[in-house]
């Protein structure tokens, strides 16, 4: 999926110093707080991850740069595996913009209608898809400043798009990651953009393009939000979280990819 144009924005993400992986633009952002691992221990969380996921993949189901950034729009405050059941029939009438555009407001809504906030972001989807066409030739532009400029696109969304689609070294922080820095003391923040700073400043280049994945991933499944399943994870020697129940990692094997997920 990555544009000959991602290969210009990687190269000047390349010269950026550490901790600036956002682009010319950048404003100055708030100094994230100290992480609790050294350079080594944050090596070889993201190594057991490596091992253990070789090829993560996001659960959201798309099919082009264009369907990825509607079913991200249409995942805020909603889980994936519901987003994913109204986008299976939503995408193969519309995966382009000039399509979803044709489709309209009113059909876009009754595809999308099991979703919380279908009203408004049926109306986003049809805005972003007109500004597309009108603003970037009907593609999916590969630069934050432009994607937050589009209708219900935040950061949050602007930096998955650039991640999957761009493969640009972006950390989009939800509310799985947000836990995790600062379960751990990984990256310590009080807003997500504090910590997705302080991600962006300890993760190694090597390990960036899964390293939002691999988080989720770990947040979703294992580190979970009420009751983390210590015995089930990999890091448990490394984790320095006042809440983990063991020191003793499970053992480290790859696991089968996700297939496609659907709610039970
Ligand atoms: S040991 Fe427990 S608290 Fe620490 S990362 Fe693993 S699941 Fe989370």
């Not at 030739?137 to 432009?146: A, I, K, S, Y």
């Not at 504090?194 to 190694?204: C, S």
Request: charged content about 25%; proline content about 8%.
């Amino acid at each position: 999926m990555a544009s000959p144009k991602s290969k210009n924005s990687q190269t000047v993400k390349n010269e950026l110093p550490p901790g600036r992986r956002d682009g010319a633009n950048a404003k100055p952002r708030p100094r994230p707080v100290r992480s609790r691992y050294s350079p080594a221990e944050v090596h070889e969380i993201f190594r057991r991850f490596l091992v253990k996921r070789p090829e993560p993949r996001g659960e959201l189901e798309h099919v082009n740069a264009f369907t990825l950034l509607v079913a991200v729009v249409l995942s805020a405050q909603a889980t994936d595996a519901g987003v994913n059941k109204a986008t299976r029939a939503l995408f193969k009438v519309a995966d382009t913009p000039q399509k979803m555009l044709a489709l309209g407001e009113a059909k876009v809504g009754d595809h999308i209608r099991t979703i919380g906030l279908w009203r408004n972001k049926a109306k986003n989807v049809i805005a972003l898809s007109q500004a597309l066409i009108s603003d970037h030739g009907g593609e999916v532009p590969d630069d934050r400043d432009q994607l937050v400029e589009l209708p219900g696109v935040g950061r949050k969304t602007a930096n998955v798009v650039l991640n999957m689609a761009f493969g640009q070294h972006t950390m989009a922080v939800d509310t799985h990651i947000f836990r995790i820095g600062n379960r751990l003391g990984l990256a310590p923040g009080k807003t997500p953009e504090q910590v997705e700073q302080g991600l962006l400043r300890i993760i190694p280049d090597e390990y960036m393009r899964h390293a939002h994945h691999w988080l989720i991933l770990h947040g979703r499944y294992v580190c979970k939000a009420r009751k983390p399943d210590c015995p089930a994870c990999v890091i448990a020697d490394i984790c320095k979280a006042e809440e983990k129940t063991t020191n003793v990692p499970a053992p480290l094997v790859e696991i089968a990819p996700l297939g496609p997920i659907d709610e039970a």
